[in-house]
């Protein structure tokens, strides 16, 4: 009879443990197929669209829902806001369990080699990190592009500096993930799978770790302008990117903005309907990126907040998650 009880009480433990277990199994697979939503604000007229996200908090409550990370270029950010604007907004960033991470150079005009880029850098990410900030990822802008439109040299020369600049990272802030920037379709399809084999294989040579995530700048209005490029290469490139267990990152940007600037076409309302646009079109080919990054370097929109005023940039966040942004299938 003890025995018996003995066995009963076991196997109700036990099925506990394995409905407890199967939980998380599918909650740990759940997570892996909702992908991310980076927010990067434009960064003139001396930050104010970055400063507003925490002198307002109360104005975008939703999108901040939302999102996951926080972006901004780290030399904006090390020149534009104080130890006291960064020490509060810091720790806000951790309050609302919001990540914050950098974009950054890994090779410059101003840095030609990876060393020379991280030395430059590294002290603006410590003295962010004395602050409170715990920087969850950083994106390297366009390291293959810089190398071979500024630079002119070999491909080569990229992927060996990109490496050298990934190994200094790796070895100096272990915690923090790397990825790469490139443009599309400036560098072509072929090209880029090329060089992300080619640093990838490079990175294994030197017992660092590779990539975390591939994010494609993509200037989408040559598609039409000058007839380079398509989303269907884009897609290809996703696909490349998840057969390799490598993240894909796109950026989601009024690429029109500048040549409708020009004709004195563009205005706020520019930037949400091109982003919206481009949403639609990559949803056509049905691509699907892990990490949507939303991100504005052409001076539009002017304001951040609120989140329920047309053409804010929060508002554009926040519309474009409720269209666009669903678990992978």
């Known amino acids: 009879m003890i025995r018996r009880v003995d066995n009963t ?14 939980s998380s199994i599918l909650q740990a697979h759940a997570d892996s197929l909702k992908p991310q939503v980076w927010m990067m604000p434009p960064a003139d007229r001396g930050g104010r669209c970055f400063s507003e996200l925490f002198t307002q908090p109360d104005l975008w409550e939703e999108t901040r829902s939302r999102v996951n990370v926080i972006g901004y270029a780290d030399h904006n950010l090390n020149r534009q806001f104080t130890d006291d604007q960064l ?3 810091m720790a806000m960033l951790d309050k609302w369990d919001l990540q914050f ?8 005009p101003w840095g030609v080699t990876g060393e020379a880029t991280f030395q430059a850098q590294s002290p603006m990410w410590d003295r962010f990190q004395s602050l409170g900030a715990r920087i969850y990822a950083i994106a390297m802008d366009e390291p293959l592009c810089c190398v071979r439109k500024d630079l002119k040299k070999a491909d080569e020369y990229a992927v060996e500096q990109t490496a ?7 070895r100096n802030y272990p915690g923090i993930r790397i990825g790469d920037i490139e443009p599309y379709p400036f560098i072509p399809l072929a ?11 490079r990175l294994s040579e030197l017992n ?6 591939f994010r494609l700048d993509v200037d989408w209005i040559n598609f039409t302008i000058r007839n380079q490029g398509n989303w269907g290469e884009v897609k290809k490139l996703e696909t490349f990117c998840r057969d390799r267990g490598l993240p894909f990152s796109l950026i989601y940007w009024a690429a029109d903005y500048p040549h409708l600037q020009r004709l004195n076409l563009a205005d706020d309302a520019t930037w949400y309907i091109s982003v919206m ?6 949803a056509l080919v049905d691509g699907s990126p892990d990490e949507y990054v939303i991100e504005s370097w052409v001076g539009a929109p002017l304001r951040s907040v609120p989140e329920t005023e047309r053409w804010t940039f929060t508002h554009s966040v926040r519309d474009f998650c409720r269209r ?3 678990p992978r299938r």
Request: proline share 0%; aromatic share 12%; glycine share 8%.
């Open 87 to 89: 020490r509060k907004w």
């Open 324 to 326: 666009f942004v669903k």
């Open 164 to 170: 050298q600049f990934m190994a200094l990272v790796r």
């Open 208 to 213: 660092v770790a590779g990539l975390d995530f």
């Open 101 to 108: 991470a950098l974009e950054v150079g890994a090779v410059k």
């Open 9 to 22: 009480i076991r196997r109700l433990i036990l099925t506990g443990m394995w409905l407890v277990l199967g």
């Open 191 to 201: 090209d880029l799978t090329e060089w992300i084999d080619a640093l990838e294989t």
């Open 277 to 282: 646009r481009q949403g639609s079109d990559y």
